[in-house]
């Protein structure tokens, strides 16, 4: 059976997380493919919240392989941490697997990130801080540490020295830092961390083909979103990775004929947190409104995320550079008490309609939505178990969705908890 692909298809905190665990019920492993703890991912299962940052969206099932992939950049001493916050909750944590080949996220990344961001002043990216882009960076210069490093505390000294001879020359003399310490860094990864992450290292690349040869289900989960793609994001103010789902193949070994179903996930307005264009942005009382009923803030970094109307013109492009098959809609019943609401159709670019994606960040820059009204539902449907059951606008609303996306939108999503979704083709 091929895999399955979770992928955010805005700016991030779509909901992903919900999907995946909702989905990953018929699974039977869950492959995070790439990012690191700059991601927030919220479950909630019977009242109790669950908020994932490393660990994969399948951990609550006892029947799943929970797998990080190679294309996953890993800060050992978070990932200990949120293992032990979540067996503190009764979750077991022990057949969670590490893929050797994933790079190691150490302190100097952070650090790194902190003042990469410093030294762009009003420029700055907004990023979580959490050192990826320097991780991936090093990743791209060959001068990064893997997890299967952690195994043999020789190599895991050379490479370090190696790199720490050019690291501390950039934090001394471009940004006029104290050097950091070897020694105090491999007895934090080595003598710390090393001992509790190793029996989790493994091949992950043998673990999903296994799976994926003996008919098991596949579920590749990606955190961020298409639009902070470092490729095809608002670059520069995207991550460092590639979330896309293209990115599923090289950040879990498979290729793409390995690949059936595409799940984007979109939420039924936009958010975005941190620097960057936002065509469909709302500095209004709705924008508020929106704020506060669907509680965007960062999962956690705590940041208010900015507000916008749902933008189709986004999601033509993201269903193009995923090939997504379909999409999940989340959080609809944040807009139950409006009584109109607005969908972004095209763009005015200079006063030319744009109806896909411009390629030139000054046209999206200078783009304004071109928008279609559509009336509110003003009814509460978070009880709502059953399409058939939804008022009549927020079907049509839906719909409307579907016809100027061009896929169709099966999941929807009705509140947090992991029952308050419909599907709309059961
Ligand atoms: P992710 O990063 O894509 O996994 O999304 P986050 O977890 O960062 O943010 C999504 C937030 O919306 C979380 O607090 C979820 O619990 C919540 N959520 C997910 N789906 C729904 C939904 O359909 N309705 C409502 N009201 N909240 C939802
Ligand atoms: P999930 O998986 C929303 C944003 C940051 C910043 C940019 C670069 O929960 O959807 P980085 O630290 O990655 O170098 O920051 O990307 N960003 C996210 N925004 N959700 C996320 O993850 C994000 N991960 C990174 O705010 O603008
Ligand atoms: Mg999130």
């Known amino acids: 059976m091929p895999a399955t692909v979770v992928v955010g298809t805005q700016w991030g905190d779509e909901g992903k997380g919900k999907f995946t665990d909702l989905v990953a019920k018929e699974m039977e492993m869950v492959v995070r493919y790439q990012g690191g703890h700059n991601a927030g991912h919220t479950l909630v299962v019977d009242g109790e919240t669950f908020a994932l940052q490393l660990v994969p969206s399948g951990i609550l099932y006892d029947h799943i392989t929970p797998v990080i992939g190679n294309g996953v950049v890993v800060d050992p001493r978070v990932l200990l941490a949120e293992m032990d916050t979540l067996e503190a909750k009764g979750v077991d944590c022990s057949a969670l697997k590490v893929s050797g080949n994933a790079h190691l996220i150490m302190p100097y990344h952070q650090e790194l990130d902190a003042l990469h961001e410093r030294h762009l002043g009003d420029g700055k990216l907004g990023t979580t801080k959490r050192g990826i882009g320097p991780a991936y960076a090093d990743k791209a210069m060959r001068l990064g540490l893997r997890v299967q490093d952690l195994q043999d505390p020789k190599i895991f000294r050379q490479k370090l020295d190696v790199v720490l001879g050019h690291t501390n020359q950039v934090l001394t003399k471009?940004?006029?830092?104290?050097?950091?310490?070897?020694d105090e860094i491999a007895a934090q990864y080595l003598d710390e961390c090393a001992p509790r992450v190793i029996p989790h290292i493994d091949d992950a690349i043998a673990l999903v083909h296994n799976a994926l040869e003996t008919g098991q289900g596949v579920l590749l989960e990606g955190a961020q979103a298409t639009f902070l793609d470092l490729d095809h994001g608002t670059y520069p103010f995207v991550t460092s990775s590639n979330p896309v789902a293209g990115g599923a193949c090289t950040g879990a070994g498979v290729g793409p004929r390995d690949i059936g179903r595409i799940i984007g996930i979109a939420k039924a307005y936009i958010t975005r947190v941190g620097s960057g264009p936002f065509p469909t942005?709302?500095?209004?009382?709705?924008?508020?409104?929106?704020?506060?009923?669907?509680?965007?803030?960062g999962t956690n970094t705590g940041r208010r995320r900015r507000p916008g109307w749902f933008d189709a013109v986004m999601m033509r492009q993201a269903v193009r550079v995923n090939s997504l098959s379909e999409i999940a809609l989340t959080k609809l019943d944040v807009l139950d008490a409006l009584d109109s609401l607005q969908v972004c159709v095209a763009y005015d670019v200079n006063g030319t309609r744009v109806e896909q994606m411009p390629y030139h960040q000054s046209e999206l820059h200078a783009a304004t939505p071109i928008y279609e009204e559509l009336p509110g539902w003003q009814t509460d449907i978070s009880g709502v178990t059953s399409p058939d059951d939804l008022p009549a606008n927020a079907a049509d609303y839906i719909a409307f969705l579907e016809a100027q996306v061009g896929v169709p939108i099966r999941l929807v999503g009705v509140g947090p908890g992991r029952e308050q979704f419909l599907d709309r083709v059961a």
Request: charged share 30%; aromatic share 12%.
């Open 174 to 182: 471009v940004f006029n830092r104290l050097p950091v310490d070897a």
């Open 281 to 297: 942005e709302l500095f209004d009382d709705i924008g508020d409104h929106l704020v506060d009923v669907g509680h965007e803030y």
